[in-house]
């Protein structure tokens, strides 16, 4: 089994920062890509960012693009969702999630064969 455990949400101020951890254990998987999504009420999950096994490459929704930062540390078996000049409309629920396509960026959440149980942002004006 693959277990993934996101830590970092909270409250936060508009305009704010927060850093997402997201701890891989349990099976090794091979070279995983790294999604992060959100979901927000009333809304469907929404892809955030993706980075490849290397960190070579990463992809982000345009919401975020330029304030969100994805990365990894394949040592620790961590990726981090750097957020940083945070609106109210950032406000969901944050998963990670583990896609064994190799060398893929998907979008699509169902590509992602492994999730964690989520962690709350909230942004307030």
């Known amino acids: 089994q693959v277990q993934l455990v996101e830590s970092g949400g909270g409250l936060v101020q508009a305009g704010g920062s927060l850093r997402l951890s997201c701890v891989s254990s349990?099976?090794?998987?091979?070279?995983?890509?790294m999604g992060w999504f959100r979901q927000a009420p009333g809304k469907e999950r929404e892809f955030v960012a993706a980075?490849?096994?290397?960190?070579?490459?990463?992809y982000y929704a345009d919401s975020v693009k330029g304030r969100f930062t994805i990365s990894r540390d394949n040592a620790k078996n961590t990726v981090y969702l750097q957020m940083n000049s945070l609106a109210p409309e950032d406000t969901a629920v944050y998963y990670c999630?583990?896609?064994?396509?190799?060398?893929?960026?998907?979008?699509?959440?169902?590509?992602?064969?492994?999730w964690g149980q989520g962690t709350q942002v909230t942004v307030s004006l």
């Open positions: 999630a583990a896609d064994t396509t190799p060398g893929a960026l998907m979008v699509a959440a169902d590509w992602y064969e492994y």
């Open positions: 349990g099976r090794t998987l091979s070279r995983p890509s």
């Open positions: 980075i490849i096994w290397s960190g070579d490459s990463t």
